[in-house]
T-cell receptor, first 110, second 116 residues
Framework: GQNIDQPTEMTATEGAIVQINCTYQTSGFNGLFWYQQHAGEAPTFLSYNVLDGLEEKGRFSSFLSRSKGYSYLLLKELQMKDSASYLCAVSKAAGNKLTFGGGTRVLVKP | GAVVSQHPSWVICKSGTSVKIECRSLDFQATTMFWYRQFPKQSLMLMATSNEGSKATYEQGVEKDKFLINHASLTLSTLTVTSAHPEDSSFYIC????????????FGDGTRLSIL
């Protein structure tokens, strides 16, 4: 089976930086995804890591360490619109199935 | 970019009704699509993998006869919730991945199902 853990909630101030950690245990690892989901909407793709290291995309960066089963999503220069749930998902090699963590609700305060 | 369309967005119906939800890949072919369910303040739970031209693969605990999946073409998968009851009320989301590409799964906009 797969265990994917991430914090339930985080609060941060507008303009600040927030780091959302995700740990996982899985067999047949084929990559880790981060999605953003606003309330009542479908998830939107943010980033994908399959090799160790940091992937940067504008204000969002994602890091992966396969040996540690660990990833984080870094949100810089937080804006009010970044208030959402952030979902960590692991893909297995067979079938490209995604297994999601419980999601982290981020609240950005002025 | 790749777009997935899901219809309808909202369904409100009486207990015992069967409800069909459609998931279409608009500008790419998808031999595999995925159906998820999401309860309030919870994450997405994979229900089944829809395979074009063959039977769907259901996750443990998901009733095959309750949630009928048909993937008759390379761009369309349907999920039918049969004899729906209030406990089936949830947010149902489909996703699809473009074959032979490094693109991630793209999600439909979801269907909010409310059973009275």
């Amino acid at each position: 089976g797969q265990n994917i853990d991430q914090p339930t909630e985080m609060t941060a101030t507008e303009g600040a930086i927030v780091q959302i950690n995700c740990t996982y245990q899985t067999s047949g690892f084929n990559g880790l995804f981060w999605y953003q989901q606003h309330a009542g909407e479908a998830p939107t793709f943010l980033s994908y890591n399959v090799l160790d290291g940091l992937e940067e995309k504008g204000r969002f960066s994602s890091f992966l360490s396969r040996s540690k089963g660990y990833s984080y999503l870094l949100l810089k220069e937080l804006q009010m619109k970044d208030s959402a749930s952030y979902l960590c998902a692991v893909s297995k090699a067979a079938g490209n199935k995604l297994t999601f963590g419980g999601g982290t609700r981020v609240l950005v305060k002025p | 970019g790749a777009v997935v369309s899901q219809h309808p967005s909202w369904v409100i119906c009486k207990s015992g009704t069967s409800v069909k939800i459609e998931c279409r890949s608009l500008d790419f072919q998808a031999t595999t699509m995925f159906w998820y369910r999401q309860f309030p303040k919870q994450s997405l739970m994979l229900m089944a993998t829809s395979n074009e031209g063959s039977k769907a693969t259901y996750e443990q605990g998901v009733e095959k006869d309750k949630f009928l999946i048909n993937h008759a073409s390379l761009t369309l998968s349907t999920l039918t919730v049969t004899s729906a009851h209030p406990e089936d009320s949830s947010f149902y989301i489909c996703s699809a991945k473009q074959e032979y590409s490094n693109q991630p799964q793209h999600f439909g906009d979801g269907t909010r199902l409310s059973i009275l």
